[in-house]
Each structure stands twice: as structure tokens, then as C-alpha cells.
């Protein structure tokens, strides 16, 4: 069987994966909540992505690779 991964933040509501720009335009609170992860780095933001022409924050980033394995082997590499 095949997956996609996606990590379910601790404080999810809903059934339903939103990006973040859509959650700044729909939910201010959550927008607000979860946009804290980029602060030092708000320039990704306001990123424009190659060949699909959306910002960093219109897409939904997901993983082929189940998050734990990514995880064990960053710890394991001293991250």
C-alpha cells in the first residue's frame, strides 16, 4: 500500500489539510499559531516556487517517507 505523510500538528481541528496562506485568509488564529514555526526565516514565506508558481505557503508539504524514519535517522546524524 502506498502513503503520504503529513505530521498532525498538535493542535489540529477539523478533518481537513489547509495551507497556511488559506488558514491566514479563513482562521487569523490558527494562521497566527501556526506561522510561529518560521520565525527567523519569514523570507521562505514570501517564496515563489518554481514550475507550479505558488508561494512556500499555498502548498502543502507531505512526505513519501513516514515522518518517524526521517526523525530516527536526523537524531541519529546528531540533528
Do not use: A
Not at 34 to 50: C, Q, T
Amino acid at each position: 500500500m502506498k502513503y503520504i505523510y503529513h505530521i498532525k500538528p498538535e493542535f489540529f481541528q477539523g478533518n481537513s489539510i489547509v495551507p497556511l496562506n488559506k488558514l491566514k485568509n479563513d482562521f487569523l488564529k490558527l494562521y497566527e499559531l501556526f506561522s510561529k514555526k518560521y520565525v527567523g526565516r519569514e523570507k521562505l514565506m514570501n517564496r515563489r516556487l518554481p514550475i507550479i508558481n505558488c508561494l512556500w505557503n499555498d502548498v502543502i508539504h507531505c512526505s513519501p517517507i513516514d515522518p518517524t524514519i526521517i526523525f530516527e535517522n536526523l537524531y541519529k546524524m546528531g540533528f
